[in-house]
């Protein structure tokens, strides 16, 4: 019995981590190229309420996922523009993008507040995978999209580490200068991972939207955008970090549930605050900690790159 | 091999290459030789493609070329170290090589990668490690990684913007040996430098920029420092500092068995003894990173000390904050002027009053006296400031030094400590900086300068004291001591004291 | 830029930034993004010059609507005023919403705790509770940002989730109404503890603690040591330290001002507007505030007539409610309006220049 409740734990956490997943992969994509996107939140959301329209509409949640994927990407092109070719501050032009996405979402989506969704993602269990002890049950018993996070946490990890283009990619991200007088073109590349950074923002709602919830409530993603911009620093810019850091967290989301099953009576509010409270102490711990070990950010992170002007 | 002709570049409010013509051929080492602000990055910066020319044109083996992108000059041969280094710290040598290389894989193998580095390396007698981080390289080892880099993209015109700036006389030596190597390989080698002697003794032919135009090309074996000099500086100069002996008073600042972690937290200074009198210049000379920086920021107070004793007019303020050695008379001008030194979107005025707003009594400020004061310094030190309600980083890097020393002496410190004072200023704004930190020594505050130009050094120290990783190998007379001798000890060989 | 297909176009350093230029930005910025929110309005079929119009007129076109306005504008002009004193030091304090629910916990605690107090007492009680609780919200991710570099954009942004849950526990908890039948709200403050109004309008004593805030600002960044030194420190920290200035010391107590302030704003809400804690009390104040700071370029006499307009934004925002429109139109117009000034930040310090210098 004790047993089946912490399998039950660990598994809907590896659910609940994967918005954040994806999120975060984004990011660590984003920021590996130089460019800080704080409009994270404000991504999702428009994905999320994209995807759920169009899912709505077309009663396919994989044509939802694709809008939802492509809304993001536009989102994230309003903050390339920003960031990279009018320098801006990127503090403030990600605010911006939260902000906007907040409303936009919420503008979208007013009449679909509580609307009933049948096309959504539903758990496939991996024949053989799944009947793994332990293991099977936390990590093969659910959405195709969560398959689909394993794998991409892999793929972007081979990419950045072990290809040309991705080790270009680090080098924008570290030294733009000397990245463009090896004749890299720094402005498409940052272009191009922020706007798939957007993307996987986008996905990330979908499947809160499509998969998680599935429902489509204003500001759903309730801080998740935020929690996965902390998840990239505490996964020191590196895909497979990122995983752990997203179970993690995922766990910490659905522990207040597992905590009232076995008749543990705190307030829920108070449960409800343990992600926040986690991300700050865990972003504080291992903030202090990359001053020590040499695994810094990107060293031009946040800094515009301007040719003429060294 | 290549020729450049008329080339003009214009920037707002600057015309930086005024009809410049300047060719080089192959297996010869040509110096592009100029005052700081005379065009030579400029026209480079052309050269390599990062930079489109307003007018004029280049040819390459005889055939004009456009060169629209760092990428086209690569294509075309033409390969540049630059003074700050264009490497990726976190990267190994040869990832670094391969950065932007055509004809790599996309999954690449960097085994294979890191054995023809090697090979091509071997080749030239550039030492170097494929497989190590950036980041744990010596500088000397990180230009050599940068001249492997060039090479292997096939480059035939080699351009080294102050190669030398940052070794030790024995590196530049072995370094100009490579580079010969390399030209009677048959390579055509371009060296931008502003240090006479260096590019009399090692080159074929220099030509000499000015004011954003050339003033004209000499065979080296045909010319000397005088002529050299009036072609640099449009008219003869007083090499020698005129100086009045040395009047020594009481000890100013003591350093005693001082060390100081650096910003990785290694060992940055390790047991410095050093103590420094009113009215006396001490020099520190020393490859850059050798401890220099940390140096004066523990004198600062800027930075702690982790073990050891600093003393300033004998008291102990080893503990000292920023606040309380400037309240103890000890002024610094920083290596950074633009950033640290001086707030570069504030105007004058409010730069003026950086330091003296401490000394404020009531924490209101009154900026009647403080445009007052700000007038005097500019009027006395004829700073161009065309307008003082305009951020200061409009203005030069002369009239940047001048008025950030300007401010530094206005208060009559005990203790001037300087890094780099004269770095990238023009030879007006030079001897300004000069004569000014000689007056104040004559007026018997105590001159801690830190410089990487033995000239410099040798020109205006009383003593001379040499860092070689974070130790002082010597403190030195420089009237009984000769550049070799200091060199040595630059690459870590210990001294006697004597002086 | 030189580069490919931008070689056309091209930003060229301008030598000096007129007056002109820094009025005009900020302008355009909200014309430009009155618009582009207008053709999200336009693809839902309705007009959007008539649903711009129709917020317009509810904010400015009666008496009760300029009032409104007013009202909804002082925690704005409050929340943005701190923020502006933060942002100059470049600490990216996006926590003011938080830091306004904490100021309305430690008022209402004051309110709550001494009912009985006359209103000359209860009032500066509430005040100092309330800047005292929002300044420590603002103080705590501060700590962690002065001594190890922690990023402080995102532990105040989370830390309001935190501020308005434990807001949400309180009302249906401890400080619940008994009378309240379920609702969650904590029982009505008694008459010492409600700020004064202006005769029978809802305008409130805060409008004057905002521009005495306003003008005290303006006096303390431009006449005063300590803000000569939050000056200096927000343009380059390491300049700063040179100076011999405290930086550290300048971080904290500049984000303890600032989220007292936000708690300040807070403390005006539960007592002017609510009269009693409950669930929801702010739609956002803090991160249009955000906005308002950044439009009005830091400067407090800006903040004071940017907040107005803003309120005026959310007032109007209600009004197009009952047209169908969700409330939330209101922040994607603000965010939009954000995008084009920090887009156009770069014409502040550039020109856009055609040709000439990408190419022969």
């Given at each position: ?310 | ?263 990785r937290g290694q060992f940055a200074l390790k047991e410095i003894n050093l103590d420094i009198y009113g009215g006396e210049i001490v020099g520190i000379a020393g490859v850059a990173g050798n401890g220099q920086r940390e140096l004066a920021e523990v004198v600062a107070g800027l930075r702690a000390i982790e073990r050891g004793q600093k ?189 | ?360």
């Amino acid at each position: 019995m004790e047993q089946s409740i912490w399998l039950a734990l660990l598994s809907t956490g590896v659910v609940a981590g994967t918005p954040i997943l994806f999120a975060a992969l984004g990011e660590i994509l984003t920021e590996r190229a130089g460019i800080l996107n704080l409009g994270v939140e404000g991504m999702m959301l428009v994905g999320a309420v994209t995807g759920f329209m169009v899912t709505m509409s077309t009663h396919n949640q994989w044509m939802g996922l694709l809008m939802a994927i492509v809304a993001g990407g536009l989102m994230a092109l309003i903050h390339a523009f920003l960031s990279i070719t009018l320098r801006a501050n990127q503090v403030v032009s990600g605010l911006a993008l939260t902000i906007f996405g907040t409303g936009l979402s919420g503008f979208l989506g007013k009449d679909l507040i509580g609307v009933p969704l049948t096309d959504t993602f539903k758990p496939i269990p991996i024949a053989g995978l799944s009947e793994i002890p332990w293991i099977g049950d936390i990590l093969f018993k659910h959405d195709a999209l969560v398959y689909i996070s394993y794998g991409l946490i892999f793929i972007l990890w081979f990419f950045l580490y072990r290809t040309k283009t991705g080790l270009e990619l680090r080098a924008v991200g570290e030294n733009p200068a000397a990245a463009d007088a090896a004749g890299i073109n720094v402005f498409a590349i940052r272009y191009a991972c922020v706007i798939a950074g957007g993307m996987l923002a986008g996905a990330a709602g979908a499947y809160l939207s499509l998969a998680y919830a599935p429902s489509w409530l204003e500001n759903m993603t309730a801080g998740r955008g935020w929690i996965a911009v902390a998840l990239v620093i505490f996964g020191t810019w590196n895909p497979l970090r990122a995983f752990l850091g997203s179970f993690f967290f995922g766990t910490i989301d659905v522990m207040g549930f597992t905590m009232q099953t076995i008749g543990i009576q705190i307030p829920s509010f108070f449960l409800k605050m343990l992600p926040y409270i986690f991300t700050i102490a865990v972003l504080i711990v291992v903030t202090r900690e990359t001053k020590t070990r040499r695994v810094a950010s990107p060293e031009a992170l946040s800094i515009p790159y301007n040719r003429e002007e060294r | 091999m290549v020729e450049m002709i008329n080339i003009t570049k214009r920037f707002p409010g600057i015309l930086a290459n005024d009809r410049v013509s300047f060719s080089v051929k192959a297996g010869e080492i040509h110096a592009l030789l100029g005052e700081n602000g005379a065009g030579k990055s400029t026209l480079m910066s052309i050269l390599t493609g990062l930079y489109r020319p307003d007018e004029g044109e280049i040819r390459i083996q005889g055939n004009p070329v456009d060169l629209q992108s760092p990428r086209d000059a690569v294509a075309h041969g033409i390969g540049m170290v630059h003074q700050h280094f264009k490497l990726v710290k976190p990267f190994t040598v040869a990832e670094n090589i391969i950065l932007g290389l055509k004809g790599i894989k996309e999954v690449y193998n960097l085994k294979s990668i890191d054995e023809s580095v090697a090979q091509l390396s071997r080749e030239y007698g550039l030492h170097i490690q494929p497989d190590s981080p950036i980041w744990q390289l010596s500088v000397g080892e990180q230009q050599r990684a940068e001249i492997v880099k060039i090479l292997f993209r096939g480059a035939e015109i080699l351009i080294l913007d102050e190669p030398t700036a940052v070794l030790t006389p024995q590196e530049a030596k072995d370094l100009y040996k490579t580079l010969r190597k390399m030209a009677d390989l048959g390579k055509a080698i371009i060296v931008i430098s502003h240090k006479l002697s260096e590019v009399l003794a090692h080159t074929d032919a220099i030509t000499v920029l000015r004011g954003g135009r050339s003033v004209g090309t000499v065979r080296t074996k045909e010319t000397s420092e005088m002529e050299l000099t009036r072609m640099m500086v449009g008219r003869p100069v007083m090499l020698e500092t005129v100086k009045n002996p040395v009047n020594r008073s009481s000890k100013v600042l003591e350093l005693h068995n001082l060390s100081a972690l650096g910003n990785r937290g290694q060992f940055a200074l390790k047991e410095i003894n050093l103590d420094i009198y009113g009215g006396e210049i001490v020099g520190i000379a020393g490859v850059a990173g050798n401890g220099q920086r940390e140096l004066a920021e523990v004198v600062a107070g800027l930075r702690a000390i982790e073990r050891g004793q600093k003393k300033v007019d004998g008291n102990d303020l080893t503990l000292a904050s920023p606040k309380q050695m400037i309240q103890a008379g000890v002024s610094y001008v920083p290596e950074d002027r633009l950033g640290t030194g001086l707030v570069p979107n504030l105007n004058a005025m409010e730069n003026y009053l950086l330091k003296g707003v401490q000394k404020m009594p009531s924490g209101f400020i009154n900026w009647k006296q403080v445009a007052q004061e700000t007038a005097e310094v500019i009027k006395k030190y004829d700073i161009k400031v065309p307008n003082p309600k305009n951020p200061v980083k409009m203005l030069s890097g002369g009239n940047l030094q001048k008025l950030l020393l300007g401010r530094e002496i206005s208060g009559k410190p005990r203790l001037i400590v300087t890094m780099y004072p004269m770095r990238g200023l023009d030879v007006g704004a030079m001897e300004t900086i000069r004569s000014l930190l000689l007056q104040e020594r004559d007026r018997g505050a105590a001159v801690l300068l830190i410089s990487e130009e033995l000239e410099e050094l040798f020109a205006l120290s009383d003593r001379l004291a040499v860092l070689h990783g974070g130790e002082v190998m010597g403190v030195v007379d420089p009237h009984k001591t000769t550049f070799e001798d200091v060199g040595l000890m630059m690459a870590g060989k210990r001294m006697a004291a004597h002086g | 830029m030189g580069n490919g297909s931008f070689s056309r176009w091209h930003f060229e350093k301008r030598e000096t930034t007129s007056n002109l230029v820094l009025v005009m930005v900020p302008v355009l910025s909200v014309v430009i993004g009155l618009i582009f929110t207008g053709l999200f309005i336009a693809l839902t079929g309705k007009d959007p010059l008539e649903v711009y119009l129709l917020m317009f007129d509810g904010a400015f076109g009666s008496a009760y609507g300029i009032s409104e306005t007013i009202v909804k504008s002082i925690p704005l002009l409050i929340c943005a005023l701190g923020l502006s004193i933060a942002f100059r030091m470049q600490l990216w304090n996006i926590g003011a919403e938080g830091q306004l629910y904490m100021g309305a916990f430690g008022a209402t605690w004051a309110a709550l705790t001494f009912p009985d107090w006359p209103a000359y007492q209860l009032l500066p009680a509430m005040m100092v509770a309330g800047f005292l609780a929002g300044g420590l919200w603002g103080l705590l991710p501060a700590i962690p940002r002065a001594y190890f570099k922690v990023n402080e954009t995102i532990t105040t942004l989370l830390m309001n989730y935190i501020a308005i849950l434990w807001v949400d526990y309180l009302v249906v908890g401890p400080w619940k109404d008994p009378k309240s039948f379920n609702f969650p709200i904590s029982p009505q403050f008694t008459e010492g503890a409600i700020l004064p109004t202006l005769g029978t309008s809802r305008i409130h004593m805060g409008l004057v603690f905002g521009v005495v805030v306003a003008l005290l600002l303006y006096i303390v960044l431009n006449y005063t040591r300590w803000g000569f030194e939050i000056r200096v420190s927000g343009e380059s920290p390491a300049a700063a330290r040179y100076a011999g200035m405290n930086y550290v010391k300048n971080i904290l107590l500049v984000m303890f001002i600032s989220g007292g302030l936000a708690g300040l704003a807070g403390m005006t809400e539960v007592s002017a507007i609510t009269q009693r804690l409950q669930h929801g009390i702010s739609p956002g104040y803090g991160y249009s505030a955000i906005i308002i700071a950044w439009l009005a370029r830091l400067h407090p006499a800006a903040i004071v007539l940017v907040s107005v307009i803003f309120g005026g934004m959310l007032v109007g925002g209600y009004s197009i409610q009952t047209s169908g429109f969700s409330s939330t139109t209101v922040s994607m117009l603000q965010g939009a309006i954000l995008f084009f000034v920090v887009g156009g930040e770069i014409f502040v310090n550039y020109r856009l220049v055609r040709g000439e210098k990408g190419g022969k």
